[in-house]
T-cell receptor, first 112, second 116 residues
Framework: GQQLNQSPQSMFIQEGEDVSMNCTSSSIFNTWLWYKQDPGEGPVLLIALYKAGELTSNGRLTAQFGITRKDSFLNISASIPSDVGIYFCAGRTTSGTYKYIFGTGTRLKVLA | GAVVSQHPSWVICKSGTSVKIECRSLDFQATTMFWYRQFPKQSLMLMATSNEGSKATYEQGVEKDKFLINHASLTLSTLTVTSAHPEDSSFYIC????????????FGQGTRLTVV
């Protein structure tokens, strides 16, 4: 099935550092979503983006919907140990359908 | 917030048997639910769209006779893995959207299936 490419695949950072990850697609999406998944759990929605160029924040998290509608990035500022987990981007093509295509994931580990 | 619950959280079954996984929307009604599969260290892959009162729509490559989906009510969808084999071992996750609210779908906590 179709997948979105995320980078980096994994990253180790020190507590307090900022984190940046991105997601790219060969297709256009009308909605970009960012999720966090803890081990053995389902994904939890962090941020939803609905307009090209949109920049949205949720606490220490900031995400942007790329102008071309083929990419998005997520920044985490001042990381803390509980930020550890897998971050997935997801795209939705057509409004009215809630089928999501997920990215390959970025595994984040925070060193205290 | 809206809650989607899956049962069981984990299940171990013998090869050749069938296992049923439930997905419930606890505090909202969902005309559509979605089933995903996630293999270890991989992403979520959509398997099928479960439509209340009608047949499920399966993604390309997913065997509808092996993964039976029933969405008999606005709060419950079930996924039955028939004649399970070890390669069916995976993390199965459902999502559901509150049809009365303009929000994204909510995900269940997942069901870990191990076929031995």
């Amino acid at each position: 099935g179709q997948q979105l490419n995320q980078s980096p695949q994994s990253m180790f950072i020190q507590e307090g550092e900022d984190v940046s990850m991105n997601c790219t697609s060969s297709s256009i999406f009308n909605t970009w979503l960012w999720y966090k998944q803890d081990p053995g759990e389902g994904p939890v929605l962090l941020i939803a983006l609905y307009k090209a160029g949109e920049l949205t924040s949720n606490g220490r998290l900031t995400a942007q919907f790329g102008i071309t509608r083929k990419d998005s990035f997520l920044n985490i500022s001042a990381s803390i140990p509980s930020d550890v987990g897998i971050y997935f981007c997801a795209g939705r093509t057509t409004s009215g359908t809630y089928k999501y295509i997920f990215g390959t994931g970025t595994r984040l580990k925070v060193l205290a | 917030g809206a809650v989607v619950s899956q049962h069981p959280s984990w299940v171990i079954c013998k090869s050749g048997t069938s296992v049923k996984i439930e997905c419930r929307s606890l505090d909202f009604q969902a005309t559509t639910m979605f089933w995903y599969r996630q293999f270890p260290k991989q992403s979520l892959m959509l398997m099928a769209t479960s439509n209340e009162g009608s047949k499920a729509t399966y993604e390309q490559g997913v065997e509808k006779d092996k993964f039976l989906i029933n969405h008999a009510s606005l709060t419950l969808s079930t996924l039955t893995v028939t004649s399970a084999h070890p390669e069916d071992s995976s993390f199965y996750i459902c999502s559901a959207r509150d049809r009365s609210r303009n929000t994204e779908a909510f995900f269940g906590q997942g069901t870990r299936l191990t076929v031995v």
